[in-house]
C-alpha cells in the first residue's frame, strides 16, 4: 500500500518539523529576552522599566536617552576612541596576518610547523596573565594611557587565530593561478594581491569581522593600559558609567544599545562569512 | 630536514639540488605547495614573528621574572620566592581556585550542551531553508555582544524587580524576591549562567560546521543497521565530532578561567568573595591592590597550568596530523 506509507511519511515529516521547528523558536525566544529587555529599557519612560508586572510595550518610545548620551562629549569620545582601536587592530592584524597565513599556507619552512603550534598555543593564551607585564611595560616605554599601546597589545592577541582562519582559507585556494601569474611577469607580491587577495575576500571579510567584533568589545586590556577618558573604549565608558548611575535603568542601557548597534549592523551584513569561517578552518 | 644549507654560500651541490627542485615542478602541475626556495617564506612570515616575540613572548617571560621581584618602593627588590611562599599559604588563593574551577566546568559543559543541542536542531533538514538561516542569526547574536553589555543585561533581569523575579514572585507567588546576584551559593550560578549565554554561539557554530561535514552516508548505513535516531547520535554523531570536541573543551576551558570582565561588571568577585576566580584575583591583586609582583605570581601559576593544557592539547592535535586528520 504505497498511499498509507506515504501518508505515515507525511505525518512523521509534520511532527519532526513541528519538533524541531518549535524547539528552536523558543530557544531563540529565551535566547534573545535579554536584548529585546536592553532595547526595550533604553527607550521607554523611566517609571516603566521596573514595573510590576513588566511590560513589553512602551506606553511611548523615547529616544531621549539615546539622544542626551550622543550629545555628550564624554561619551562621543569613547566612541571615538573605540572606533580607532577597532580599525587601528583591524588594519594591523589584517596586513601581518595576510602576510604570515601566505607564508605559511604557500612555503615549506624550516620549523614552519613548529611556528605554527606556537602560534596555536599564543591562540589560547589568556589575556589576564600578561597584564601584569603589560602593565608595567606599558609605564617604562610611555605606551600606558595611550590609544597606540592598547591598539599594538590587541593585536598581539587577536593575531594568532587569524593567521590560522587566514591560513585555512589560502590553502583551500590552487597555487596554479599565482604560478601563471608569475609566469606572466607577475611579482610573487603582485600574484598575491591581484590574484590571491581577491579570491580569499570571503575569508578576509569574515576574518576582519571577527577582529573587529573582539577588539570592540576588549575590556582587560583597555581597564589595563588606559586611566583617562582620552584613551578609554566604549566598553570602559559603560562600566564607568554603570558604577556611577546605579539606578539610572534607562541610560545604561541606551548606552549599552548605543554600543551594541555597531556590531549588530556588521553582523547582520557579514554573518554568512564569519559563520563559514568558523564552520571550515577555525579548528581542524 | 636537511634545510640547512640554505644558510651557506652556494655550491655546486647546491645548484644540481635547485635545479632538480626546478624540473620537478615544470612536470606534473598541482602539486599544491611549489617552493622556490626554503628562507623566502621568512619574508612573509618574519613580521608577525617579530611581532609575537616583542608583544607576547617578551611579556610573558616578564610575568615570570616580576614574580621575583617587589616594586611596590619604587625600585625593584628582589624577593626570590618569597611571592610563592606567600601563596601556598594564601586562603583567597587557593579559594579562588577551586571557584575557578566550579566556574570553568560548570560554564563548560553548558556552552557543549547547548551548543550541540541547537546545532543538531540547526542542522535537521527544515521545510524553509531561509527560516533556518534567520534562527541561526538570531541564535548566533548573543556572541556579538561585548561582556559589558551582557553584565548589563543579566543585571537588569536579575534585579530584585527585573522580570526573572517577576516570574518568580508574581508568576510562581513566592513571597520574597530572588537575590541571584547577592547570595553566596547562587551568585556563581548567576554568573555562570551568563557566561553560557555569551559564549555558547561560538561553540555552536563549529558544531555545526562538524556535523555537516560528517558524510550523509554514515547516517544512511546505521538506518539500514536498524539503527534509531538516539543511537545514530550515539554511533555516528559523537564519535565523529570527537576531534572538534576535543579541540573546544580545551579552548573553551582556558578561555572561561580566564575570564576577568564578565566577573567584574556583575559581581566584582563578591558575595563573600564567592565568585572570585583567579584570573579575577589576579586582576584584583595586581590592578585594585597595586601588588604587582604578587600578582605576577599567581599569573605565572596560571600559565603553568594552562601550558600543561595546551602542551596535551598540542600532541592530540599534532598526532591527528599524522593521521591525516587536521590541516598541519
Same mark, same amino acid.
Given at each position: 500500500m504505497k498511499r498509507a506509507s506515504d501518508l505515515r511519511f507525511r505525518y512523521g515529516y509534520l511532527i519532526h518539523q513541528v519538533f524541531v521547528v518549535s524547539l528552536t523558536t523558543l530557544s531563540a525566544i529565551?535566547?534573545?529576552?535579554?536584548?529585546?529587555?536592553?532595547? @526595550? %529599557? %533604553?527607550?521607554?519612560?523611566?517609571?516603566?522599566?521596573?514595573?510590576?508586572?513588566?511590560? +513589553?510595550?512602551?506606553?511611548?518610545?523615547?529616544?531621549?536617552?539615546?539622544?542626551?548620551?550622543?550629545?555628550?562629549?564624554?561619551?562621543?569620545?569613547?566612541?571615538? @576612541?573605540?572606533?580607532?582601536?577597532?580599525?587601528?587592530?583591524?588594519?594591523? &592584524?589584517?596586513?601581518l596576518g595576510l602576510l604570515a597565513a601566505y607564508g605559511f599556507?604557500?612555503?615549506?619552512? &624550516?620549523?614552519?610547523?613548529?611556528?605554527?603550534?606556537?602560534?596555536? %598555543?599564543?591562540?589560547?593564551?589568556?589575556?589576564?596573565?600578561?597584564?601584569?607585564?603589560?602593565?608595567?611595560? %606599558?609605564?617604562? &616605554?610611555?605606551?600606558?594611557?595611550? +590609544?597606540?599601546?592598547?591598539i599594538v597589545v590587541n593585536s598581539a592577541f587577536i593575531l594568532p587565530i587569524c593567521i590560522w582562519l587566514l591560513k585555512g582559507y589560502m590553502d583551500a585556494i590552487p597555487v596554479d593561478l599565482e604560478e601563471a601569474a608569475m609566469i606572466d611577469g607577475c611579482t610573487r607580491l603582485q600574484a598575491m594581491q591581484k590574484i590571491l587577495v581577491p579570491l580569499a575576500v570571503p575569508g578576509i571579510v569574515g576574518t576582519g569581522t571577527f577582529v573587529f567584533v573582539f577588539a570592540?568589545?576588549?575590556?582587560?586590556?583597555?581597564?589595563?593600559?588606559?586611566?583617562?577618558?582620552?584613551?578609554?573604549? +566604549?566598553?570602559?565608558?559603560?562600566?564607568?558609567?554603570?558604577g556611577q548611575f546605579v539606578r539610572d535603568w534607562n541610560s545604561i542601557m541606551a548606552l549599552s544599545t548605543i554600543t551594541s548597534i555597531p556590531l549588530m549592523i556588521i553582523f547582520v551584513l557579514f554573518q554568512r562569512w564569519v559563520v563559514q569561517g568558523m564552520t571550515s578552518g577555525a579548528v581542524k | 630536514m636537511g634545510e640547512k644549507g640554505a644558510h651557506q654560500p652556494p655550491s655546486p651541490e647546491m645548484t644540481v639540488k635547485v635545479t632538480e627542485a626546478q624540473s620537478a615542478r615544470q612536470g606534473p602541475p598541482s602539486t599544491r605547495r611549489v617552493l622556490p626556495r626554503e628562507?623566502?617564506?621568512?619574508? /612573509?612570515?618574519?613580521?608577525?614573528?617579530?611581532?609575537?616575540?616583542?608583544?607576547? *613572548? /617578551?611579556p610573558l617571560l616578564r610575568t615570570f621574572q616580576m614574580s621575583l621581584i617587589d616594586v611596590e618602593a619604587g625600585i625593584p627588590l628582589f624577593v626570590g620566592i618569597r611571592h610563592y611562599a606567600e601563596l601556598?599559604?594564601?586562603?583567597?588563593?587557593?579559594?579562588?581556585?577551586?571557584?575557578?574551577?566550579?566556574?570553568?566546568?560548570?560554564?563548560?559543559?553548558?556552552?557543549? /550542551?547547548?551548543?550541540?543541542?541547537?546545532?543538531?536542531l540547526l542542522n535537521e533538514t527544515w521545510f524553509s531553508t531561509t527560516l533556518r538561516n534567520i534562527m541561526r542569526g538570531l541564535l548566533i547574536l548573543p556572541w556579538v555582544f561585548s561582556t559589558a553589555s551582557a553584565g548589563l543585561m543579566w543585571t537588569l533581569l536579575y534585579h530584585p524587580f527585573g522580570l526573572l523575579n517577576y516570574l518568580w514572585v508574581g508568576?510562581?507567588?513566592?513571597?520574597?524576591?530572588?537575590?541571584?546576584?547577592?547570595?553566596?551559593?547562587?551568585?556563581?550560578?548567576?554568573?555562570?549562567?551568563?557566561?553560557?549565554?555569551?559564549?555558547?554561539? /561560538?561553540?555552536?557554530?563549529? *558544531?555545526?560546521?562538524?556535523?555537516?561535514? *560528517?558524510?550523509?552516508?554514515?547516517?544512511?548505513?546505521?538506518?539500514?543497521?536498524?539503527?534509531?535516531?538516539g543511537r545514530r547520535f550515539w554511533h555516528v554523531t559523537l564519535p565523529q565530532l570527537r576531534p572538534i570536541l576535543i579541540a573546544i573543551s580545551t579552548i573553551d576551558i582556558i578561555t572561561t578561567v580566564g575570564h576577568v570582565d564578565l566577573i567584574r561588571m556583575l559581581t566584582r568577585g563578591g558575595p563573600l568573595r564567592s565568585t572570585e576566580t583567579v584570573a579575577y584575583y589576579i586582576y584584583k591583586t595586581a590592578l585594585l591592590d597595586g601588588n604587582l609582583g604578587y600578582g605576577a605570581a599567581v599569573s605565572t601559576l596560571m600559565l603553568i597550568m594552562v601550558a600543561i593544557l595546551i602542551i596535551v592539547y598540542l600532541r592530540l592535535v599534532s598526532r591527528g596530523s599524522e593521521s591525516g586528520e587536521t590541516s598541519f
Amino acid at each position: 500500500m504505497k498511499r498509507a506509507s506515504d501518508l505515515r511519511f507525511r505525518y512523521g515529516y509534520l511532527i519532526h518539523q513541528v519538533f524541531v521547528v518549535s524547539l528552536t523558536t523558543l530557544s531563540a525566544i529565551i535566547i534573545l529576552t535579554p536584548v529585546v529587555w536592553m532595547i @526595550n %529599557a %533604553a527607550m521607554r519612560p523611566i517609571k516603566e522599566v521596573l514595573t510590576y508586572p513588566p511590560r +513589553l510595550d512602551p506606553s511611548q518610545l523615547t529616544f531621549e536617552y539615546m539622544a542626551s548620551l550622543i550629545e555628550n562629549e564624554l561619551y562621543r569620545g569613547y566612541f571615538v @576612541n573605540s572606533t580607532i582601536i577597532s580599525l587601528s587592530t583591524l588594519a594591523i &592584524v589584517l596586513v601581518l596576518g595576510l602576510l604570515a597565513a601566505y607564508g605559511f599556507s604557500r612555503f615549506k619552512m &624550516v620549523g614552519g610547523r613548529y611556528m605554527l603550534l606556537g602560534i596555536m %598555543a599564543l591562540l589560547m593564551l589568556p589575556t589576564v596573565t600578561l597584564i601584569v607585564p603589560y602593565f608595567r611595560l %606599558a609605564h617604562l &616605554v610611555g605606551l600606558y594611557d595611550t +590609544l597606540f599601546g592598547l591598539i599594538v597589545v590587541n593585536s598581539a592577541f587577536i593575531l594568532p587565530i587569524c593567521i590560522w582562519l587566514l591560513k585555512g582559507y589560502m590553502d583551500a585556494i590552487p597555487v596554479d593561478l599565482e604560478e601563471a601569474a608569475m609566469i606572466d611577469g607577475c611579482t610573487r607580491l603582485q600574484a598575491m594581491q591581484k590574484i590571491l587577495v581577491p579570491l580569499a575576500v570571503p575569508g578576509i571579510v569574515g576574518t576582519g569581522t571577527f577582529v573587529f567584533v573582539f577588539a570592540w568589545n576588549e575590556f582587560l586590556l583597555a581597564v589595563t593600559l588606559t586611566d583617562s577618558p582620552g584613551s578609554q573604549p +566604549l566598553t570602559i565608558g559603560l562600566a564607568a558609567f554603570f558604577g556611577q548611575f546605579v539606578r539610572d535603568w534607562n541610560s545604561i542601557m541606551a548606552l549599552s544599545t548605543i554600543t551594541s548597534i555597531p556590531l549588530m549592523i556588521i553582523f547582520v551584513l557579514f554573518q554568512r562569512w564569519v559563520v563559514q569561517g568558523m564552520t571550515s578552518g577555525a579548528v581542524k | 630536514m636537511g634545510e640547512k644549507g640554505a644558510h651557506q654560500p652556494p655550491s655546486p651541490e647546491m645548484t644540481v639540488k635547485v635545479t632538480e627542485a626546478q624540473s620537478a615542478r615544470q612536470g606534473p602541475p598541482s602539486t599544491r605547495r611549489v617552493l622556490p626556495r626554503e628562507m623566502y617564506g621568512f619574508l /612573509f612570515v618574519g613580521p608577525a614573528i617579530l611581532f609575537f616575540i616583542l608583544v607576547s *613572548i /617578551f611579556p610573558l617571560l616578564r610575568t615570570f621574572q616580576m614574580s621575583l621581584i617587589d616594586v611596590e618602593a619604587g625600585i625593584p627588590l628582589f624577593v626570590g620566592i618569597r611571592h610563592y611562599a606567600e601563596l601556598v599559604q594564601d586562603p583567597w588563593f587557593w579559594s579562588s581556585l577551586t571557584n575557578a574551577f566550579v566556574f570553568t566546568v560548570a560554564s563548560v559543559i553548558l556552552h557543549i /550542551f547547548i551548543g550541540m543541542v541547537l546545532a543538531v536542531l540547526l542542522n535537521e533538514t527544515w521545510f524553509s531553508t531561509t527560516l533556518r538561516n534567520i534562527m541561526r542569526g538570531l541564535l548566533i547574536l548573543p556572541w556579538v555582544f561585548s561582556t559589558a553589555s551582557a553584565g548589563l543585561m543579566w543585571t537588569l533581569l536579575y534585579h530584585p524587580f527585573g522580570l526573572l523575579n517577576y516570574l518568580w514572585v508574581g508568576l510562581l507567588g513566592q513571597e520574597m524576591p530572588i537575590e541571584f546576584l547577592a547570595k553566596p551559593g547562587l551568585a556563581m550560578a548567576s554568573v555562570v549562567a551568563v557566561n553560557t549565554w555569551k559564549a555558547y554561539p /561560538f561553540y555552536m557554530i563549529i *558544531i555545526l560546521g562538524g556535523l555537516q561535514a *560528517i558524510p550523509p552516508e554514515l547516517y544512511e548505513a546505521a538506518k539500514v543497521d536498524g539503527a534509531n535516531a538516539g543511537r545514530r547520535f550515539w554511533h555516528v554523531t559523537l564519535p565523529q565530532l570527537r576531534p572538534i570536541l576535543i579541540a573546544i573543551s580545551t579552548i573553551d576551558i582556558i578561555t572561561t578561567v580566564g575570564h576577568v570582565d564578565l566577573i567584574r561588571m556583575l559581581t566584582r568577585g563578591g558575595p563573600l568573595r564567592s565568585t572570585e576566580t583567579v584570573a579575577y584575583y589576579i586582576y584584583k591583586t595586581a590592578l585594585l591592590d597595586g601588588n604587582l609582583g604578587y600578582g605576577a605570581a599567581v599569573s605565572t601559576l596560571m600559565l603553568i597550568m594552562v601550558a600543561i593544557l595546551i602542551i596535551v592539547y598540542l600532541r592530540l592535535v599534532s598526532r591527528g596530523s599524522e593521521s591525516g586528520e587536521t590541516s598541519f
